[in-house]
């Protein structure tokens, strides 16, 4: 009896490993539906940029980052809202908050997710932990369907999260990793230093 239920609980861990796997990698490939609403919607604002005879459109609510001609500037990186006078306008997407860069002080713009890989390595590392707290309770469920005690199911549910934090955190930060450097590739760069304007 006891060899039974023993092979039985190692197939709910294999399947539930398997399935938690899957559902990190698929979350983290953008292969869920997006819920955000009118992203692929035609935007009439942009701003553009010259250099000689070509001319690159841009429109606002893309992605984009600023590296400002300081040495030790960091990086702007937001939703670009447009040409306010000389200033190029990011809004923060977290906070709302709109900044306003003297287009005199841009060294490099970016069009595209540059900049932003560590952003995408701690969401999948916290995809991974929540992951793994449903990995545990899970298992806490299990056991005390089973008839264990709640404190027991309790310690087995912990037990299960870290387990899982150990499974899927390290892979859920190297999706996010590679993510991010994909994104960081499709970026496109425009060097202000060789000749690219804001029109």
Known sequence: MHSIIRIN???YYFWGLLITVLLIILFELDKFPNPLIGQNEERKNYIQLSRGD???SISTGSWAAVI???WDAQPIIGLLCGKVN???CIENP???NNVLI??????IFYHGEAKR???YIIKGAGNGFKLALAYGTFWGFMFASEGYGIDDAFGIGLMGAGCGSAVFIPPGALIGYLKGVSKEKKAVEYNFENGWEIL
Do not use: F, R, V
């Open 9 to 11: 609980n190692q197939n």
């Open 68 to 70: 400002k001609k300081k």
């Open 54 to 56: 070509e001319i690159i």
């Open 86 to 88: 000389d200033n190029l």
């Open 94 to 96: 977290n906070t709302s």
């Open 117 to 119: 890989i560590k952003h």
């Open 102 to 107: 003297p287009i005199s002080d841009i060294k």
